[in-house]
């Protein structure tokens, strides 16, 4: 696996970071859920996310909404789903973010989501077995999360 770094710089003494590469989530999922996530209270999006998950609230697909039928609940965007792996990942990266942020000596309840991307992972190869010796290629898609907090006052 490559380091990568962030495709944000985002310098401070109240900032926070964490990333997540190459897990097996949609990457069309992953760059909903960061678009929508942006500019909200760690708080709120972890709420958000757990509803999310119990399938109580969706979330609005602007970019990836092909055949993506309505769901009730969305204020000025009517397209969405209920991406609960994508969800449970970001929930499991905005609670790592809050710990470094506590380690750092920031306050956990005034931060705010500055910086959320997801950007593709490295494929995984692999092969299905077919009739008569053949093989046919699949790949398995990975995507690197990656969330900046800074802390208001």
Known sequence: MARTGYSATI???NVARAKANELPVSPKHS????????????????AYL???VA???????KRFNRNVAHKRG???WPAG?????????YIRLLESVEKNAEYIGLDV???????????????LRAFFP???GRATPKRRETVNIEIVVTEVA
């Open 11 to 13: 310098e401070g003494e």
């Open 31 to 46: 760059i909903e859920i960061a678009r929508f996530i942006k500019n909200m209270t760690t708080t709120e999006a972890k």
């Open 50 to 52: 757990t509803d999310v």
């Open 55 to 61: 399938l109580k609230k969706a979330i609005p697909f």
């Open 74 to 76: 969305l204020s000025k």
């Open 81 to 89: 789903r209920y991406p609960v792996k994508a969800a449970e990942a």
């Open 109 to 123: 309840e005034n931060l705010r989501i500055d910086h959320a991307a997801a950007n593709t992972g490295r494929g």
């Open 130 to 132: 077919r009739a008569m």
